[in-house]
């Protein structure tokens, strides 16, 4: 079992939905990251957690610690919306202290 | 100021043959990351420096893979020699820390061995 699980793994939504992309961790944490990527590889960060909700324009993110689990919402979806969405979690314990620990990412694609 | 600085962006190589990629992080940033991506994949950690110290390789191929992080600042990674396996996406990311800190990421540089 993976780490970190991201639902839904593709995502196709029309403009001006809100978008819901769902992440689980089985390790513990002192950071997670919501990351965009977009086509061409560059990821830029969106949001780090480590607890509550952080809001930035259209995005929020939240994160639940008791239940290891976190979302990212996007409000009235736009087709610039559209890349593979990555949450990454900064692990505490064992030999992975301090590492980014990846989800496999979540394709959204928002049509016009 | 710039971000994470890398290149080349792209690279297609014949198999067997030797590459590298270069990074430059954000000034200050003591934690520097190569990770690999392959498609429809999230990153996967090759190496982890902290200043010139690699404190975590276990996910690095040492028979054809090598990191080097002079000064503890520019990082470059090479394989020798590539095989058609090899082809992916190759990220540096650097933060200031581990704990609490957030990573920044290079755009990548796509590698195709053929």
């Known amino acids: 079992k993976n780490e970190v699980e991201q639902s839904p793994q593709n995502l196709t939504a029309q403009e001006g939905e809100f978008i819901t992309i769902n992440c689980s961790y089985s390790?513990?944490?002192?950071?997670l990251h919501w990351l965009q990527q977009h086509p061409g590889g560059g990821i830029v960060s969106l949001f780090m957690l480590s607890s509550g909700k952080k809001k930035h324009g259209r995005l929020i993110a939240t994160i639940n610690i008791q239940e290891k689990h976190s979302s990212l919402h996007i409000t009235a979806s736009h087709p610039r919306d559209s890349a593979v969405y990555i949450c990454a979690v900064r692990s505490v314990y064992g030999g992975s202290q301090g590492n980014l620990i990846f989800g496999k990412g979540t394709k959204l694609s928002v049509k016009p | 100021e710039a971000g994470v600085v890398q290149s080349p962006r792209y690279k297609i190589i014949e198999k067997k043959q030797p590459v590298a990629f270069w990074c430059n992080p954000i000034s200050g940033h003591n934690t520097l990351y190569w990770y690999r991506q392959n498609l429809g994949q999230g990153p996967e950690l090759l190496i982890r420096?902290?200043?010139?110290?690699?404190?975590?390789d276990s996910q690095l191929p040492k028979d054809r893979f090598s990191a080097e992080r002079l000064k503890g600042v520019d990082s470059t990674l090479k394989i020798q020699p590539a095989e058609l396996g090899d082809s992916a996406v190759y990220l540096c990311?650097?933060?200031?820390?581990?704990?609490?800190?957030?990573?920044?990421f290079g755009q990548g540089t796509r590698l195709t061995v053929v």
């Open positions: 990311a650097s933060s200031l820390g581990q704990v609490g800190t957030e990573a920044f």
């Open positions: 390790v513990g944490i002192s950071a």
């Open positions: 420096y902290e200043n010139e110290e690699a404190v975590d």
